[in-house]
């Protein structure tokens, strides 16, 4: 198991950037695969991004390809989230979660470790 603690949300205008950070707890934080969710108000929470245990392989939400990336510093026991160009529809919670598998997946079932969430909202 692994404690989460996102940080690095707010208030941000259409077309501006942001950059979220998760910083784990645990020794083992080198073998998970990291993920970003999202959740809209009224709305289920979606799959956002996520990237392997090295780092080599990472795969987007359509919605976000070419705006957003995910990397990781594993010395740091963190993963980050650069969002850039924002939409108001870009504007959810966003929840870090850890899988203990290394390999990476899209769905919440296959994360087993999540953080507290941050707030994002993009103002048009």
């Known amino acids: 198991q692994v404690q989460l603690v996102e940080s690095g949300g707010g208030l941000v205008q259409a077309g501006g950037s942001l950059r979220l950070s998760c910083a784990a707890s645990g020794r083992a934080f080198s073998s998970y695969a990291m993920g970003w969710f999202r959740q809209a108000p009224g709305k289920e929470r979606e799959f956002v991004a996520v990237i392997s245990w090295s780092g080599l392989t990472t795969d987007y939400a359509d919605s976000v390809k070419g705006r957003f990336t995910i990397s990781r510093n594993n010395a740091r026991n963190t993963v980050y989230l650069q969002m850039n160009s924002l939409k108001p529809e870009d504007t959810a919670v966003y929840y870090c979660?850890?899988?203990?598998?290394?390999?990476?997946?899209?769905?919440?079932?296959?994360?087993?470790?999540w953080g507290q969430g941050t707030q994002v909202t993009v103002s048009s």
């Open positions: 979660a850890a899988r203990l598998s290394g390999v990476i997946a899209t769905s919440q079932g296959d994360f087993t470790s």
